[in-house]
């Protein structure tokens, strides 16, 4: 398929000989590169042969792709299909202390993970999208990761500015024109035009004009795009340093044999940076880093907003006088974190991180919080599928292996036979395959009841 010709002329002004310019063109026509990113919290062995991605400690190349959703550690968050270049991000994150982390364009949730996995123990993420069927599948995403230190919200980004100077560090994986997607996905270059290139920039600039009184003094913000034009790239970079003075750079660097190219701002290396598909072993990508030095925006709100009323304030709880205490519940099925709060909303039992009632105030909406552990009756407690694939579950509690077969059967909902006794008679138990959580089951008569979320299981016919 042929790419545009106004694409290929910039390219030519922009790469700096004719042999860079056919390498490159020659590396969009051939394979694409596959990777995938481990969960650090659910280990396990990969079904397929790998190679290490030198720039990020749980990443590795594919030799092909494979149907992932024909292999339960997909579906029970061991890891995420990620492309490889963008797994840079991981190495901007500050190390030296927990932050307040906001990812404000992160459906479907691959940088988010990647946060949520490189952040300092102790940090917060909150994850944005504010298209509402894409942020479904970013907390359906955040879910399987299982951190409970996320706060998934559904927002414009100028809502956040009513939250000022409350990020440490905020990425911006700013919507683009796609370009460095044009190999692995060949019919996005029909799509490709210079009139939507500057249509994508002044949206950019309008995200990142709207985010920056949210960042905090000595916050850092890193921008990245999947596209190699200028003008979504470093020209929104030097337009924000011209037009922002309270931003500067945050100097990065790299190995060389990363093969990153280093793209000049006002002159200076070292604040952004582009992968090339010919010199790096991964799609098209552009980062850059930058600092907040001062704060001189106004507040953007009025910090003595009254609190919303509750609603259902009469409505009766669960009597829970026949159970265990809320705290010994929960107790009993997770390690309770210490930055967390478990609270009780009606009968539903949740592990909170800090920051909700800042985002309340400031009308944001969160969609997922924490952990959902589960919902109280009368007599009893049913665990939640969120706290079955969380990372803060208790390794100790009763479970059954399944092999394969069976495992697929259990993510097409359908109820199973164990090949030996369960390890109790009744009750909760953990459904997993390779040592990994995919969810729970009720044991009845020696027989598994299916437990896992309708809405989740695997509808499509399986190679």
């Not at 020659?26 to 596959?34: A, T």
């Not at 292996?401 to 006794?421: G, M, V």
Request: proline content about 10%; aromatic content about 8%; glycine content about 4%.
């Amino acid at each position: 398929m042929k790419l545009p010709q106004e694409f290929i002329q910039r390219i030519q002004q922009s790469l700096n000989s004719p042999q860079a310019v056919e390498a490159f063109l020659h590396s969009l026509e051939s394979s694409p590169i596959y990777s995938l990113r481990t969960n650090p919290n659910k280990p396990t062995t990969l079904p397929y042969p790998t190679t290490p991605i030198p720039w990020e400690p749980n990443g590795y190349y594919l030799k092909n792709r494979p149907s992932f959703v024909a292999d339960p550690l997909f579906h029970a968050g061991a890891y995420y299909v990620q492309e490889a270049s963008s797994m840079l991000i991981g190495q901007t994150i500050p190390q030296e202390k927990p932050l307040t982390i906001l990812d404000l364009c992160a459906a479907p949730g691959g940088k988010s993970t990647l946060i949520a996995a490189n952040m300092p123990k102790g940090s917060i993420l909150i994850t944005n999208e504010v298209i509402q069927s894409r942020a479904k599948i970013l907390a359906e995403n955040m879910t399987r990761w299982g951190n409970p230190n996320v706060i998934v919200t559904q927002t414009d980004p100028k809502q956040f500015a009513k939250l000022p100077n409350f990020f440490d560090l905020i990425l911006i994986d700013a919507p683009c024109s796609g370009e460095g997607m044009f190999r692995k996905d060949p019919n996005s270059r029909n799509h490709w035009t210079p009139e939507n290139v500057s249509l994508c920039a002044a949206r950019q600039k309008r995200i990142l004009a709207n985010i920056l009184p949210s960042l905090k003094p000595n916050g850092k913000l890193i921008y990245s795009t999947c596209t190699y034009a200028s003008q979504e790239n470093q020209q929104v970079i030097e337009w924000l340093l011209k037009e922002f003075p309270q931003l500067a750079p945050a100097p990065l660097s790299f190995p060389s044999e990363y093969g990153l190219t280093n793209i000049p701002i006002n002159q200076k290396p070292n604040i952004a940076f582009q992968c090339y598909p010919h010199l790096v072993k991964g799609e098209g990508f552009f980062f850059a880093s930058l600092k907040k030095i001062s704060s001189n925006e106004t507040l953007a709100y009025n910090t003595s907003i009254n609190k919303r009323k509750k609603k259902n304030k009469h409505k009766k709880q669960p009597k829970t006088s026949n159970i265990k205490s809320i705290k010994q519940i929960a107790e009993q099925y997770t390690s309770l974190p210490p930055q967390l709060s478990l609270e009780q909303y009606e009968d539903k039992l949740f592990l909170i991180p800090p920051h909700i009632p800042q985002l309340v105030k400031a009308k944001i909406r969160i969609i997922k919080k924490g952990i959902y552990l589960g919902k109280l009756h009368r007599k009893a407690f049913a665990p939640s599928h969120e706290l079955a694939v969380s990372n803060t579950i208790r390794k100790d509690l009763p479970s059954v292996q399944l092999p394969y077969n069976q495992a697929i059967e259990y993510l097409q909902r359908k109820d199973i036979t164990p090949t030996s006794p369960p390890p109790i008679k009744k009750g909760w138990i953990l459904i997993q395959y390779k040592n990994v959580n995919l969810g729970w089951a009720k044991v009845v008569n020696n027989k598994l009841k299916n437990q896992y979320p309708t809405n989740w299981r695997i509808r499509t016919q399986l190679p």
